[in-house]
């Protein structure tokens, strides 16, 4: 089992900044990338980043340019760095880790509020 902790959602005005922590802990061997995941009311839960063991990094078209993914493998945390903030980016941010093909492991989820 890996358990997943996210903290650093807050409410930002359009345009700010917020980054974003999930400490992992467990069976932190058997999962092979991290990822961030987010939904927003009344949509799906769509990937906003990920990063692999291996360093390759992926981000969802939306937030290319202004989010950056990171991991600090001696303290097991990823963040994620949101800049240029938009209105759209407003909900609920997961983060994941990915066993083999299939993102088996979710934080709780931790809220970012983006206002005019």
């Known amino acids: 089992q890996v358990q997943l902790v996210e903290s650093g959602g807050d409410l930002v005005q359009a345009g700010g900044s917020q980054r974003l922590s999930c400490a992992a802990s467990?069976?932190?061997?058997?999962?092979?990338?991290m990822g961030w995941y987010r939904q927003a009311p009344g949509k799906q839960r769509e990937l906003v980043a990920s990063?692999?063991?291996?360093?390759?990094?992926d981000y969802a078209d939306s937030v290319k340019g202004r989010f950056t993914i990171s991991r600090d493998n001696a303290k097991n945390t990823v963040y994620l760095q949101m800049n240029s903030l938009k209105p759209e980016d407003t909900a609920v941010y997961y983060c994941?880790?990915?066993?083999?093909?299939?993102?088996?492991?979710w934080g709780k989820g931790t809220l970012v509020t983006v206002t005019l």
């Open positions: 467990g069976s932190i061997s058997s999962i092979n990338a």
């Open positions: 990063i692999t063991n291996g360093g390759n990094i």
């Open positions: 994941a880790a990915r066993k083999v093909f299939r993102w088996a492991y």
